[in-house]
């Protein structure tokens, strides 16, 4: 009975697993490269795959071959005792080097390849990575964004990985990557986008208590749209509409798309493929009340709320020009906040405000709700307030 039991426990615990092996739907997959970094890589992956499935065979049959070869048998006389053979022993040295030559010619020829400079048309990129975000810079056009990566269809682009503290790895499993980011020194990747989608971004290195919370989205875009996102992010926010209660049930969707504007060629959070949706619970026990934000007193409480002014940490276009922490010039028209962990939207950034490090443990950002441990912070109504402000920054 016990027995039975167990085999039935674990036939249920491997269903689904050998189910979500069949799934087709694998959209962080590296097998699938689309960039010609991701097909170098993917093509020296089964040079090596296949080399070593090959040798795995012969050696196995080597083996099978001895065992049964030279098994016991009763009555067989004893075997003679031999002290060596030189010659076997210089040829099953030889062949693993021969074999490890071989592979050395394309591991070598793609190394050279993935490390060589990008074109002189290149699209520059510089990425630093923070504990637990990222920065993005585009030094060629004079924009800096965070945690949302936009790239042309089409165009290769160059990305210097820096690093603002620990040690980080920049990748994008079907792009491209993976590639450290170190202290004191700038690492480079290439790759050209070849079709417009959404992707998931990571950090593919420890890096620190919320590492696997330090995540990104690349929207690969046609050409016209790059440039006319460009332009939106040149200029300054564009208001948006009213944001809705910061306590709201219906926020935990992900946020409406903003209404048509031709400067503001953002990717809008109901469109996105479900692979890319940040859909992070929110903790127990946190809350807001239903109350309705105002962006005008956001807008004043951004630059001199307590116990610390949000200009202290943030850089917005026109307003404040700190580097600390995120850019928010635009942050309203992204469609996740917390590096990818929740939607851009009333309750969650109203949430995010109130207590960062509950949201996203290990966040450098203080706790602004007031609380036992922070008499001064601000009140529900204050923090919707900032939320409204920062959501109609489109």
């Given at each position: 009975m016990i027995r039975a039991l167990r085999w039935r426990t674990h036939t249920a615990a491997a269903l689904p697993a050998a189910l979500a092996a069949c799934s087709s739907h694998v959209p962080n997959t590296t097998l699938s490269p689309q960039t010609e970094f991701g097909r170098d890589i993917d093509a020296l992956f089964d040079i090596l795959l296949f080399a070593g499935v090959a040798v795995l065979v012969l050696v196995t049959l080597a083996l099978l071959f001895v065992i049964v070869r030279y098994r016991h048998r009763a009555g067989a006389p004893e075997p003679k005792a031999i002290h060596g053979n030189a010659v076997l022993e210089i040829v099953w040295t030889l062949i693993p080097a021969v074999i490890l030559a071989i592979i050395a010619v394309p591991t070598v020829r793609t190394i050279f390849r993935t490390?060589?400079?990008?074109?002189?048309?290149?699209?520059?990129v510089e990425v630093v990575g923070h504990q637990w975000w990222w920065e993005f810079r585009y030094p060629q056009y004079g924009v800096v964004t965070a945690n949302e990566l936009y790239l042309p269809v089409g165009r290769t682009v160059n990305f210097a990985l820096m690093?603002?503290?620990?040690?980080?790895?920049?990748?994008?499993?079907?792009?491209?990557?993976?590639?450290?980011?170190?202290?004191n020194?700038?690492?480079?990747?290439?790759?050209?986008?070849e079709s417009a989608f959404a992707?998931?971004?990571f950090c593919a290195e420890f890096c620190g208590s919320s590492h696997a919370n330090m995540r990104f989205r690349v929207f690969t875009v046609p050409p016209e749209q790059f440039e006319r996102w460009i332009a939106h992010q040149q200029s300054p926010p564009v208001l948006g509409a009213a944001a809705p209660p910061a306590g709201a049930i219906d926020t935990l969707a992900p946020a409406p798309p903003a209404?048509?504007?031709?400067?503001?060629?953002?990717?809008?959070?109901?469109?996105?493929?479900?692979?890319?949706?940040?859909?992070?619970p929110?903790?127990?026990?946190?809350?807001?009340?239903?109350?309705?934000?105002?962006?005008?007193?956001?807008?004043?409480?951004?630059?001199?709320?307590?116990?610390?002014?949000?200009?202290?940490?943030?850089?917005?276009?026109?307003?404040?020009a700190s580097i600390v922490g995120?850019?928010?010039?635009?942050?309203g028209s992204r469609t996740s906040i917390g590096a990818g962990l929740f939607p851009t939207d009333a309750r969650h950034l109203a949430l995010w405000i109130k207590d960062s490090p509950a949201m996203k443990?290990?966040?450098?950002?203080?706790?602004?709700?007031?609380?036992?441990?922070?008499?001064?912070?601000?009140?529900?109504?204050?923090?919707?307030?900032?939320?409204?402000?920062?959501?109609?920054?489109?």
């Open positions: 490390q060589a400079e990008a074109g002189p048309n290149a699209l520059q690093t603002a503290d620990v040690v980080h790895s920049f990748w994008i499993p079907q792009l491209g990557g993976k590639r450290d980011l170190v202290s020194d700038t690492n480079h990747v290439w790759f050209t986008p992707w998931n971004g209404p048509p504007q031709a400067t503001a060629p953002t990717v809008v959070a109901d469109s996105l493929p479900e692979h890319v949706r940040a859909a992070t929110i903790p127990a026990g946190l809350r807001m009340s239903n109350v309705r934000g105002d962006a005008a007193r956001g807008a004043q409480l951004f630059m001199r709320a307590t116990p610390m002014p949000c200009a202290a940490c943030h850089a917005i276009q026109g307003v404040a995120p850019n928010l010039t635009h942050v443990p290990g966040s450098k950002m203080p706790a602004f709700g007031k609380s036992a441990q922070i008499p001064a912070g601000l009140d529900d109504q204050q923090i919707a307030d900032l939320a409204a402000y920062l959501l109609s920054l489109k």
